[in-house]
């Protein structure tokens, strides 16, 4: 296999501005397929900018974006998305959401909602309403309903952003068995260190506005088993200090 059909997104020397805000500079990255890429970096820095650029959501202004080796030019169902909110319809059931994201012509609708309802544990969920579900079962649909259009690529955006640390936790662990399950590549970003750790196989650390990649760090294989011991903490004392490396913090603190 040569290295361009081994890459599911090529980034280099991207930028991006939005009118005279410089919003991202200087990107240049390249994810395997398959892999699992956590993105971190503080509030506003273009972290959603970046994700929405690869899902063909947003513009790029300058440099190059290839995702499966072709340019990105608008939405496609091979890219998924899932966003902080689940963004499913209220009036609709699960099934009735999830067949929406569906191409109107895909034969198969009711058994990839079946089958994606089961990956996320929410089999029996099918008929309900979105007001029923709990935060983590809606985003747990959110998924499922991105994962319908079997796409080569996720796209998760804080996907657990508003959810409690307990249902956060158990949500990290379903997203690393549907990932191996699956075998996407997923981009994650979040604001949560140890989720960018426990889930990605490399961690990007972005600075703040204009955002560019400060460090990439990869993951050991056992940080994603165990996240207590001194590989997990070694690890995230090192992104901690990368990421308010050279930022202006807002209280007196040593790192
Ligand atoms: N469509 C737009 N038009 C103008 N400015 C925008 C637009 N979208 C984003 N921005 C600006 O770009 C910057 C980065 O926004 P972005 O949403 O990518 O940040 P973020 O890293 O995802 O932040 P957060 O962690 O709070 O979600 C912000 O200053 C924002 O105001
Ligand atoms: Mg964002």
Same mark, same amino acid.
């Given at each position: 296999?040569n290295?361009?059909s &081994?890459t599911?997104?090529?980034?280099?020397?991207? +930028?991006?501005?939005?009118? /005279?805000?410089k *919003?991202?500079?200087d990107?240049? !990255?390249?994810?395997k397929?398959?892999?699992?890429?956590s993105?971190?970096?503080?509030?506003?820095?273009?972290?959603s900018t970046?994700?929405r650029i690869i899902?063909g959501?947003?513009?790029?202004?300058e440099g190059?974006?290839?995702?499966?080796?072709?340019e990105?030019?608008?939405?496609?169902?091979?890219?998924?998305?899932?966003?902080?909110?689940?963004?499913?319809l209220p009036?609709?059931?699960?099934? &009735?959401?999830?067949?929406?994201?569906?191409?109107? +012509?895909?034969?198969?609708a /009711?058994?990839? *909602?079946?089958e994606?309802?089961? !990956?996320v544990?929410?089999g029996?969920?099918?008929?309900?309403?979105?007001?029923?579900?709990s935060?983590?079962?809606?985003?747990?649909?959110?998924?499922?309903r991105?994962?319908?259009?079997?796409?080569d690529?996720?796209?998760?955006?804080?996907p657990?952003?508003a959810l409690?640390?307990?249902?956060?936790?158990?949500m990290q662990?379903?997203?690393?068995?549907?990932?191996?399950?699956?075998?996407?590549t997923?981009?994650?970003?979040?604001?949560?260190?140890?989720?960018?750790?426990?889930?990605?196989?490399r961690v990007?650390?972005?600075?703040?506005?204009?955002?560019?990649?400060?460090?990439?760090v990869?993951?050991?294989e056992?940080?994603?088993?165990?996240?207590?011991?001194?590989?997990?903490?070694?690890?995230?004392?090192?992104i901690f200090k990368?990421?308010?490396?050279?930022?202006?913090?807002?209280?007196a603190y040593?790192?």
């Amino acid at each position: 296999m040569n290295h361009i059909s &081994e890459t599911a997104v090529h980034i280099s020397n991207l +930028n991006k501005s939005f009118d /005279d805000l410089k *919003v991202l500079t200087d990107i240049s !990255l390249d994810i395997k397929k398959g892999e699992f890429l956590s993105v971190i970096g503080v509030s506003g820095c273009g972290k959603s900018t970046l994700l929405r650029i690869i899902g063909g959501l947003e513009t790029k202004t300058e440099g190059t974006l290839l995702v499966n080796g072709q340019e990105v030019e608008k939405p496609s169902r091979k890219i998924g998305f899932v966003f902080q909110d689940h963004r499913l319809l209220p009036w609709l059931t699960v099934e &009735e959401n999830i067949k929406l994201a569906l191409d109107r +012509n895909q034969p198969d609708a /009711d058994r990839l *909602v079946k089958e994606n309802l089961e !990956l996320v544990g929410l089999g029996d969920f099918a008929k309900s309403y979105p007001g029923q579900l709990s935060g983590g079962m809606a985003q747990r649909v959110a998924i499922a309903r991105a994962l319908s259009n079997k796409p080569d690529i996720l796209l998760l955006d804080e996907p657990f952003g508003a959810l409690d640390a307990m249902t956060r936790i158990n949500m990290q662990q379903e997203l690393r068995r549907i990932w191996q399950q699956e075998k996407i590549t997923m981009i994650l970003i979040t604001h949560d260190i140890e989720e960018a750790i426990f889930l990605g196989e490399r961690v990007v650390v972005l600075s703040s506005r204009p955002g560019r990649i400060k460090k990439t760090v990869p993951i050991e294989e056992i940080c994603h088993i165990q996240r207590t011991g001194t590989a997990f903490s070694s690890t995230r004392d090192l992104i901690f200090k990368e990421f308010f490396r050279d930022e202006e913090l807002p209280f007196a603190y040593t790192i």
